[in-house]
């Protein structure tokens, strides 16, 4: 398993961007499918959006795709998120993941990250 630490949540307006990384412990990042979900209060953890372990598949949430693009840097270790055109709905905790699947089902992803609050006002 990696261990994994998110950042660059924050408040924002709608129609603003934001960039989150997931930063990943070890040597074997590239062997893990990655992923983002997200957590509204009161409602169930959400898929957002997942990576391969080389970068070279991408596939997102419908309520995403078009505004958000997920991609990685195994060099670096890291995860991003790029946010753009942000609705107050997109404000949750977002949470990085990372499995030997790549998958949109978190059942399937062993090490998860702690979260970083996104926050959209309107």
């Known amino acids: 398993q990696v261990q994994l630490v998110e950042s660059g949540g924050g408040l924002v307006q709608a129609g603003d961007s934001r960039r989150l990384s997931c930063v990943a412990s070890g040597r074997t990042f590239s062997y893990y499918a990655m992923s983002w979900f997200r957590q509204a209060p009161g409602k169930e953890r959400e898929f957002v959006a997942a990576?391969?372990?080389?970068?070279?598949?991408?596939y997102y949430a419908d309520s995403v795709k078009g505004r958000f693009t997920i991609s990685r840097d195994n060099a670096k270790t890291t995860m991003y998120l790029q946010m753009n055109s942000l609705k107050p709905e997109d404000t949750a905790v977002y949470l990085c993941a990372g499995g030997p699947v790549f998958s949109q089902n978190a059942r399937t992803y062993k090490s998860w990250g702690q979260g970083t609050q996104v926050t959209v006002s309107s």
């Open positions: 990576i391969t372990g080389s970068g070279g598949n991408t």
